[in-house]
């Protein structure tokens, strides 16, 4: 006379559960890796170096030619943002400059056509991040310190992770970072006792650096 169980539970319902629970795990301890990953301070960007619409050259304009970085970008020292430069400022030379390339021809038609560049964005935090380009420039920290020998790249890579401890990193000792005003924008500049000159200037600036949350979180 066979079991009254396997009248109502066929044998394979036997399998269901040990698999139903293995596939739980699985796909857990997968979601737990994704996100530990993208939490994880060092979940970091650097090295990104997206192809841009036009092959525009920091190391020819700012570097070879020596336009200053203000030039381009315009609001760095008088907003959070520093502001892709507008076509308008590339048409100041490619008027005459170059009318016969290609990709200056590309320039021209944005120009003529006002429909904007579209060019992809390398560094970028976090909504819930916030970051002030002005509060630094005016406090004597050089673009160097964040993005690197831009003055020597064909093509902007990013080179510090941005992350919250590397931000917090320079918040609690900033001296070594800290340069005359007037040098924010000169990239190849340096001296001898950087952390002492350092410390002088955060006084003359009365420079107070904030490890508050709301300082970055608001
Ligand atoms: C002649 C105009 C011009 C000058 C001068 C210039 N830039 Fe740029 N910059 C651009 C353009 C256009 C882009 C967008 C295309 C790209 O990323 O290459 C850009 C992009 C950037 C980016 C990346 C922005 C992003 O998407 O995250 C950084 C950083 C940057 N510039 C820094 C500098 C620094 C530092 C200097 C001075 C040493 C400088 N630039 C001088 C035109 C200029
Ligand atoms: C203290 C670090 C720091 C300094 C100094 C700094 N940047 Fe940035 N920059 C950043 C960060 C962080 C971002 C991304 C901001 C975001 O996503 O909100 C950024 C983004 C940019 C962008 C693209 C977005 C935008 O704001 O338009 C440009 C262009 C740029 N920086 C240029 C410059 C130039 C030029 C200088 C020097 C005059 C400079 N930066 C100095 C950290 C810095
Ligand atoms: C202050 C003048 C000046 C400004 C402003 C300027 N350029 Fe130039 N650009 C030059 C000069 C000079 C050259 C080199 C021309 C040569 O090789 O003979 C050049 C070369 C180029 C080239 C290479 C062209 C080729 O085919 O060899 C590109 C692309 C370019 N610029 C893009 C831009 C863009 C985009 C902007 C605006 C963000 C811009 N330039 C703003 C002066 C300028
Ligand atoms: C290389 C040094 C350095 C780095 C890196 C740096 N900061 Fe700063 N930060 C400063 C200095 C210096 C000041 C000016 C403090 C003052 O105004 O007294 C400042 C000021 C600020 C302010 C304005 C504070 C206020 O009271 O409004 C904000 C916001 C800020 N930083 C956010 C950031 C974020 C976000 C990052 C990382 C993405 C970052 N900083 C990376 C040096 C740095
Ligand atoms: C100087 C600026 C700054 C200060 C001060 C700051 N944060 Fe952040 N925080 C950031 C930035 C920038 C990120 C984004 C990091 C990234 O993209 O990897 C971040 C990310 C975070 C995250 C997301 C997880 C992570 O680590 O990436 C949390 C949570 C957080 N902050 C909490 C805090 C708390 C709590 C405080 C106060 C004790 C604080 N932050 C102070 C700049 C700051």
Known sequence: MPKIENFIFPKWSNYVLPTVLISITIILSILIG?????????HTDVGYMPEQPIPYSHKLHAGELGIDCRYCHVNVEKSPKATIPPTEICMNCHKT?????????????????????EWVRVHKLPDYAYFDHSRHVNSGVSCVECHGRVDKMEVVRQVEPLSMSWCLDCHRSPAKHIRPKDKVTDLTWTTKNKEQLGMELIKKYHIKTSEDCSTCHR
Not at 100 to 116: L, Y
Request: hydrophobic content about 35%; aromatic content about 14%; glycine content about 0%.
């Open 34 to 42: 994704v996100i530990w990953y993208w939490m994880s301070p060092k």
């Open 97 to 117: 400059i170059k009318k016969d390339s290609p990709h200056i021809e590309k320039i021209r038609s944005s120009f003529a056509n006002n429909t904007p560049i």
